[in-house]
């Protein structure tokens, strides 16, 4: 399971083209029980040397964001900075 989490970080920073150094914030969100892991976190944390996951972000509230940015996204629509 550690692996298969990596690798989906690993993924997803690369996919943003964002390094583990210019973030300022990571927040685990999945859709399941596994965001609440210890071994998880510990193992996510690790990953962006050292910075420990937000844990005041509601990991469904921010799946759900997600899906709606990813819906728009995949739909055309073009955001713009301050505004939909």
Same mark, same amino acid.
């Given at each position: 399971?550690?692996?298969?989490?990596?690798? &989906?970080? &690993? *993924?997803? %920073? $690369? /996919?943003?083209?964002? $390094?583990?150094?210019?973030?300022?914030t990571? #927040?685990?969100?999945?859709? #399941?029980?596994? %965001?609440?892991?210890?071994?998880?976190?510990?193992?996510?944390? /690790?990953?962006?040397?050292?910075? &420990?996951?937000?844990k005041?972000?509601?990991? /469904?509230?921010?799946?759900?964001? $997600? *899906?709606?940015?990813?819906?728009?996204?995949? #739909?055309?629509?073009?955001?713009r900075?301050? $505004?939909?």
């Amino acid at each position: 399971m550690h692996g298969e989490c990596i690798f &989906e970080v &690993e *993924a997803t %920073t $690369g /996919d943003t083209h964002l $390094g583990v150094r210019t973030l300022t914030t990571v #927040s685990l969100t999945t859709l #399941s029980g596994s %965001t609440y892991i210890p071994c998880i976190m510990k193992v996510v944390s /690790d990953f962006f040397n050292g910075k &420990e996951p937000n844990k005041s972000i509601n990991p /469904d509230e921010a799946a759900a964001y $997600g *899906a709606v940015v990813q819906a728009a996204i995949l #739909s055309g629509h073009t955001f713009r900075e301050g $505004g939909a």
